[in-house]
């Protein structure tokens, strides 16, 4: 057997695995991974997920199951409804929307239509919020972040601006000692000259990538583009969620696009699971030994 | 057989239920950003990442008033979930029925400070309910420094302050805005009187 032979085979085989298939085991590795992590959320939701997973397709098709992890999910984050993460909700209404999905016999195209929905959204209120919010638009905002304003930056800030540990770590004093002591009503922080410059590249990118993929995926009928909105979101996932360490944010993301994939495109179901395992290597350890790695360029 | 308008209504809602649900959360959540001043990172409305006004920069400052001078004080949280929750409720949406909602919690009981700078894992100038700070003198024995360093006190008002961050480039400036603030006069008893 030849290579093209191989690799028809497998195509054939890739095509008859369904979308929604890959999209409800990454939705349950999700889940056991991310779970909130509080005593009466965590281990309810790994044992659902787990059984499902084990037990898939018998089980883990099953809307009942889903039902149930919605239901523990929308108790944790119910009682802390004001401090939790976005993605959070999001990852509730994904599991709520698989529940109900899952009532029909047909499944896949409501998914995708909820997948669809969802992605483009989440997208399209991230934009509005950052649109109508001047300190974000005259780059304020990222500027904060590569001067020591969030510590998950703090690497990337190094390598892109050229900013030092050391000025890191006098901003990052200043700014606890603001926080500590409100009559301290303001502080200058040292902002090296290339930082305004990326911050406001960044912002840009951020606004228009983010508002591209809001119209892409809220767009009802793309045709032969519909591509275009998956390779976007990909950009997006690789280029931010890497740096700012949301990493179930970001499986969530892949495992909503993966749903609303057509069933013969065996290219772009192969595109959402490769996004999925190459974002495992950027979790909190994978990170942890980046920043070790930084550290010894620098020194 | 089912309906057909009612199969349609069915798939529309199937297809549709879940995203009208995020529009509905999400535009709830402008609404209290506008109104309440509760933080766009949190409440489900994706504004994350839009603004420096993060809950973990926010300040929710508490202190007691004596005649002629203020102190602030920390709460015992510890794993209390119920305290811990209406510390965050008040910090993150700051309206005066979350804050009084926390400081209630304070009402009619002892207060005390430490009179003396910390030479004993005690911080200067430390104001604290009674049960924390009894969990501090157990340890030690009466007439020791430790113990003479925590005194009740009577403070004639509680008042609690919700400051947030903004952040101008150009002049590189970290600001602190003071949000609201809420006080309570206290009678002798510790109980709160209305001003």
């Known amino acids: 057997m030849n290579l093209s032979e191989t690799l028809g085979r497998l195509k054939d085989y890739g095509a008859g695995i369904r979308p929604l298939d890959i999209s409800l085991v990454m939705t349950f590795i999700l889940l056991m991974v991310y779970a909130e992590n509080v005593f009466y959320v965590r281990p309810a939701t790994q044992v659902l997920a787990g059984l499902g997973l084990v037990f898939y397709p018998w089980i883990g098709r099953s ?3 889903w039902l149930a992890i919605t239901a523990v999910l929308a108790w944790g984050h119910g009682v802390f409804w004001f401090s939790i993460d976005n993605h959070k909700y999001l990852m509730n209404y994904w599991t709520l929307a698989v529940s109900i999905c899952l009532f029909y016999r047909k499944p896949s195209a409501f998914l995708a239509v909820n997948g669809r929905l969802l992605i483009g959204l989440c997208f399209l209120f991230a934009t509005v919020w950052k649109a109508v919010t001047i300190e974000f638009v005259n780059g304020s905002f990222f500027e904060y972040l590569l001067i020591g304003g969030d510590v998950r930056f703090e690497d990337f800030s190094i390598l892109l601006t050229g ?4 000025v890191l770590e006098q901003n990052r004093e200043l700014l606890q000692s603001v926080k500590s002591n409100p009559a301290l009503t303001e502080t200058a922080l040292e902002v090296p000259p290339r930082v305004s410059v990326i911050a406001l590249l960044l912002t840009w990118w951020t606004l228009i990538v983010e508002g591209l993929i809001a119209v892409l995926f809220l767009w009802p009928n793309p045709g032969k583009t519909r591509i275009v909105r998956d390779l976007v ?8 969620y890497p740096v700012a360490s949301v990493i179930g944010f970001a499986w969530l993301l892949v495992s909503m696009g993966t749903a609303q994939i057509t069933r013969r495109s065996s290219v772009m179901k192969l595109f959402y699971i490769a996004l999925f395992i190459v974002l495992t290597f950027f979790s909190p350890s994978a990170q942890f030994m980046f920043g070790r790695l930084i550290d010894l360029i620098t020194l | 057989m089912q309906n057909p308008s009612h199969l349609l209504r069915r798939k529309y809602l199937t297809a549709f239920g879940v995203p009208i649900l995020l529009v509905l959360v999400a535009l709830s959540q402008f609404g209290r950003a ?4 509760i933080s766009p990172w949190k409440g489900g409305g994706f504004g994350m990442f839009s603004t420096v006004d993060r809950p973990s920069g926010r300040t929710l400052a508490l202190y007691l008033e004596f005649s002629n001078q203020e102190r602030q004080f920390e709460p015992l949280k510890g794993d209390d979930i119920r305290l811990l929750r209406k510390e965050a409720l008040a910090y993150i949406i700051p309206t005066d029925a979350y804050l009084e909602s926390f400081l209630r919690e304070f009402e009619e009981i002892t207060w005390y400070c430490t009179t003396d700078y910390d030479e ?5 100038d430390r104001c604290m309910p009674e049960s924390y700070a009894r969990q ?3 340890e030690f024995e009466p007439g020791t420094p430790e113990y003479d360093l925590l005194q009740p006190v009577k ?4 008042r609690a302050e919700v400051w947030k961050k903004t952040y101008e480039s150009g002049i590189s400036l970290i600001r602190q805005e003071k949000i609201t603030e809420i006080r309570f006069v206290l009678d002798e008893e510790g109980r709160y009187e209305s001003e």
Not at chain 1, 163 to 166: D, Q, R, V
Not at chain 1, 233 to 240: E, H, P, R, V
Not at chain 2, 34 to 37: R, T
Not at chain 2, 155 to 158: G, I, L, M, R, Y
């Open chain 1, 233 to 240: 979101l990909g950009a997006f996932i690789i280029s931010t």
């Open chain 2, 155 to 158: 403070p004639k008002a509680v």
């Open chain 1, 163 to 166: 900013i030092s540990p050391e």
């Open chain 2, 136 to 138: 501090i003198i157990d």
């Open chain 1, 63 to 65: 809307p009942w199951l």
């Open chain 2, 120 to 124: 004993h894992n005690l911080h200067r």
């Open chain 2, 34 to 37: 506008a109104m309440q001043d």
